[in-house]
């Protein structure tokens, strides 16, 4: 039998606003990761985030509010593990090799981590205020590998569009991130970064690997 400072025990801990809101956006990635975007709802989520269902709405405006702020969270994890790599001061070719370690490495390069990618990227056509984030995150992530790619081809004096070749190695490193993500047994993480080095350097000559 429960105690009497059990009973009186509040259901859901009471914590700070800002740590709610965390606890909710880490449950709701995780139910992601476990069952796509069909899992991404109030009560999978609350029971998840072991907290009262109302609070998704008071804190989110609703489930597609909190979807949102997901998809900044995640893109701002990616922005911070790569923010030592694109935005470190070394050299072109330093950074570029970085980066493509960075996106083949966890927590980048995780099946839980891939498969919530997944479940946004199906959201992203279809929702206007996903899509907005979506494209500023991604302009800014083309160009970062767009300008290392610029001066690496004008050191070597090759001619080449370095952002459209930035936009092919990161269509490719999306597309060899789906085909691990699906089956491992095809792609894995040396033969994934291999392929994008043999693209780059299809373009612009031997690279630091």
């Given at each position: 039998m429960p105690t009497a400072?059990?009973?009186s025990k509040p259901r859901f801990a009471r914590v700070e606003a800002d740590l709610r809101r965390q606890m909710l956006i880490d449950a709701a990635i995780r139910c992601l990761a476990e069952g796509g975007i069909a899992a991404f709802t109030v009560?999978?989520?609350s029971r998840e985030a072991n907290v009262?269902?109302?609070?998704i709405n008071h804190h989110f405006n609703g489930i597609s509010g909190l979807l949102i702020e997901v998809y900044e969270a995640m893109t701002q994890s990616m922005i911070a593990a790569g923010r030592e790599t694109l935005f470190f001061?070394?050299?072109?070719?330093?950074r570029l090799a970085q980066v493509i370690e960075?996106?083949?490495r966890p927590p980048m390069f995780s099946k839980s981590s891939l498969r919530a990618w997944l479940a946004l990227w199906g959201e992203v056509a279809t929702n206007p205020r996903l899509k907005a984030s979506h494209r500023k995150s991604y302009d800014a992530y083309r160009k970062a590998i767009g300008d290392a790619l610029g001066e690496i081809a004008v050191a070597r004096k090759v001619k080449t569009n370095g952002e459209a070749l930035?936009?092919?190695?990161i269509a490719l490193i999306d597309g060899l991130w789906i085909e691990w993500c699906l089956d491992s047994s095809v792609v894995n993480r040396d033969?994934?970064?291999a392929a994008v080095y043999d693209v780059l350097e299809a373009r612009l000559g031997p690279l630091m690997r």
């Open positions: 400072a059990q009973k009560d999978r989520i009262s269902r109302g609070l001061e070394g050299s072109a070719e330093e960075t996106m083949f930035a936009m092919t190695v033969t994934a970064r």
